[in-house]
């Protein structure tokens, strides 16, 4: 345990915190609508269980509003509420389900998810056009960087704000709405969520260079509606994105 400790600190950072006033050296690429690899997103999910089968989320018995700072959690020892483009690098625990990278485990049960939750981790379906196959390896786990999330139960307030949690845990996630955003009518609702902890491969480094622009992370590349993050968030979230990844695709 102690050891997973160390590496923790070595490889995401005990503390990230982009303070929102201090200008940010490495500002995301936000002109850059030609990136032709992103996919269709992840479209394989005729064979997962549908929200109905899987019950309510995890996440709906967590409250509506965001805490100052959830059980385990480094906050800023200044602050008695973390700024809003803080990352957060929650304790180790037992790993939360196949093809999740560690930390990116970790992120989700500290937001109050569970197995159940997810839906979706490496998989090689064609219709996901490689967006969830196998990124690497980290401590002996296999891991996709994609990772798909049920919302049965839950509002769109609750989402909204489970989309704010899982930026401050290192996610760049969209809420895959029928209908809306660029996301078809006729395929299931849930979210697509991306950890940029960890190395990726070139269709899901172009879908984080599409939220940090506030785009939608489709083929279509339009202008993500449902949620917006701050530009602090974004800022945090692409300063660990490029710890891991090339700036450029």
């Known amino acids: 345990m102690a050891v997973m400790a160390n590496l ?5 950072g005990l503390l990230l915190a982009m303070v929102c006033a201090a200008p940010v050296a490495c500002s995301a690429p936000v002109d850059d609508p030609a990136q032709s690899d992103v996919g269709q997103d992840d ?3 005729l064979g997962l ?6 019950g309510p989320s995890s996440f709906a018995s967590v409250d509506a509003a965001p805490a100052p700072h959830d059980a385990g959690h480094v906050v800023h020892p200044t602050d008695a509420a973390p700024p809003a483009c803080l990352l957060i690098a929650p304790p180790h625990k037992s790993h939360l389900t196949y093809g999740l ?6 992120g989700l049960r500290a937001i109050g998810l569970g197995a159940g939750d997810i839906s979706q981790t490496i998989g090689n379906a ?4 490689g967006t969830h196959a196998q990124d690497g390896s980290f401590m002996g786990y296999a891991y996709s960087a994609a990772t798909d999330i049920r919302i049965g139960g839950l509002s769109q307030a609750q989402i909204g704000v489970l ?3 899982l930026a401050h845990e290192g996610f760049a996630a969209w809420y895959r ?9 006729y395929d299931a609702p849930h979210i697509h969520a991306v950890y940029v902890g960890a190395p990726m491969k070139s269709i899901l480094r172009a879908q984080v260079h599409d939220w940090i622009a506030g785009r939608n992370g489709l083929a279509s590349h339009t202008t993500y509606k449902f949620h917006t993050w701050t530009k602090c968030e974004r800022d ?3 300063a660990e994105f490029v710890k891991h990844n090339p700036a450029k695709n």
């Open 8 to 12: 923790r600190g070595v490889f995401h």
């Open 43 to 45: 479209l394989d999910h």
């Open 49 to 54: 269980p549908s929200e109905a089968d899987a």
């Open 101 to 106: 990278h560690p930390y990116a485990s970790d």
């Open 126 to 129: 064609p219709a996901s056009a």
């Open 163 to 165: 989309l704010t949690k």
């Open 177 to 185: 709405h029928p209908g809306y955003d660029g996301w078809p009518s």
């Open 236 to 238: 945090a979230v692409w």
